[in-house]
């Protein structure tokens, strides 16, 4: 049997308590899997005399980053303390001492990708980082190895769970926004301050991990387009379900290669996506953090609660579904324990030198500007309940060369004056020709509040 694989684990919260559990509780399973005995060796916190859950032996505990990382009996180092500042310390320091990294950032991986990975290389060492993307679901796995054969051409991901929880709770039980975050806060599955999760940031962070390691871009967390939940009405979700549609918040990259295929009405080719690219941009990929409309029959229209589901589009395979737990101690951990695993056994090593992410190496594809993506899309307006208002909307639309597949308007309470919820869905136009048409919709007179708006994935 090969020596000994010692880890030093730096940051001991609710993950890194689940990694020390597997670590010092399946030491036989893991050197069984691995071919060697994989120890843990130290552990880094902020606070030594804070309780602790997991039965870690006192004498691995302590607050000094740099005696840990240049332990000479320690060969990883796993980071879980998030955030990009420390934690990039770090991982550089890390790998300058000689130690593989893995890591569950993803936040670092998005914002400081490049500098990581070429340090890494220089190194001649590994960074692993399974668990920075939907928790306990090996979608890095998959993307990096299952699907090497094919061109990934599109992926939409369920990437917040706790955003899921809450869309779950407001469509199935009718909560408000408010009542339903509270009772995501209440059951764990957001943060005191829930902003990164209902803003779409962290799904933002996770994308363009993704997209990497798919399409070669490394695109910073600010060239995202993004929308989250945090001012969703439930008004739209009441009709979007009446259109026969579930709002989820999606991450999602699309391409226009040749998968996913359909004809549209009138016999023109179209990509099946809710954000598609002008045919000629073969090398491009449009990425964004929205709500999106999905039919209630959608596979990810029906993942509920706090999972995580990734579907995934390659040129050969078709079309893919990855599912699971996206967050918490135990999917997470698994997940870091089975870098470490890899790590162990020397497939880490190579397919981190094979795969050459963020790196200039990889070009893959440019970004495409939003607004030349073309999609369908609901538009709901509060407007004066007066003649001539939906005369006014439709030829603002028809002036951007935006038809209307349906509208829907409901019909006013006698005693009238308040303004009345408008909704259209338009069919395919392209993304800065509606915004336009937004613009002069909001200048009317007669529309009584901004107009809002989503995208529609059919």
Not at 381 to 389: E, R
Request: neutral net charge.
């Amino acid at each position: 049997m090969l020596d000994t694989l010692g880890i030093a684990l730096i940051g001991c919260g609710t993950v890194g308590g689940g990694v020390a559990d597997i670590l010092l509780r399946h030491k036989d399973r893991l050197a069984s899997r691995s071919g060697r005995p994989i120890a843990l060796r130290r552990v880094v916190v902020r606070d030594t005399s804070k309780l602790r859950d997991s039965a870690i032996p006192k004498e691995l505990i302590s607050t000094d980053h740099a005696a840990a990382i240049h332990d000479p009996t320690v060969h990883v180092v796993v980071e879980l303390i998030g955030g990009t500042t420390t934690a990039k310390k770090v991982v550089l320091d890390a790998l300058a001492a000689g130690k593989h990294v893995v890591t569950a950032n993803k936040a670092l991986l998005a914002d400081a990708g490049h500098e990581l990975f070429e340090a890494a290389r220089k190194a001649e060492r590994c960074v692993c980082f399974e668990a920075a993307v939907a928790g306990g679901v090996p979608i890095i796995r998959a993307l990096g190895e299952s699907l090497a054969a094919n061109q990934v051409t599109a992926i939409q991901g369920i990437l917040n769970g706790t955003s899921n929880f809450i869309l779950t709770a407001m469509a199935e039980r009718g909560m408000s926004y408010a009542v339903a975050l509270a009772e995501a806060q209440k059951l764990g599955y957001a943060e005191a301050d829930p902003t990164l999760d209902v803003d779409g940031s962290d799904a933002a962070h996770k994308l363009a991990v993704l997209a990497q390691i798919a399409f070669g871009v490394a695109a910073r967390p600010h060239e995202i387009q993004r929308q989250g939940i945090d001012t969703l009405d439930a008004m739209d979700i009441r009709f979007a379900d009446e259109l026969g549609y579930t709002i989820k918040l999606l991450a999602e990259a699309w391409t226009s290669g040749e998968g996913g295929r359909r004809k549209a009405e009138g016999g023109k080719d179209e990509t099946d996506s809710a954000f598609r690219l002008p045919p000629s941009a073969l090398n491009w990929v449009a990425l964004h953090v929205a709500p999106v409309l999905l039919r209630h029959t959608d596979l990810l229209a029906q993942v509920r609660g706090a999972y995580n589901a990734i579907l995934v589009h390659g040129d050969i395979v078709g079309e893919t579904l990855y599912q699971g737990p996206g967050a918490g101690r135990g999917p997470t951990a698994s997940s870091v324990v089975a870098d470490i695993i890899d790590i162990a056994v020397g497939r880490a090593q190579r397919t981190f030198a094979a795969a050459q992410l963020w790196s200039t190496a990889n070009k893959g594809f440019a970004i495409e500007p939003a607004e030349r993506v073309r999609s369908r899309f609901y538009l709901r307006l509060l407007v004066a309940d007066k003649p001539g208002v939906l005369a006014d909307v439709t030829r603002i639309l028809a002036d951007e060369e935006i038809s209307i597949s349906s509208v829907v308007q409901h019909e006013a309470a006698e005693s009238g004056g308040s303004p009345v919820p408008l909704v259209i869905v338009t069919h395919y136009a392209e993304t800065g020709r509606f915004k336009t048409a937004l613009k002069k919709i909001n200048a009317l007179a007669t529309v009584a509040a901004p107009a809002v708006f989503f995208s529609m994935g059919d």
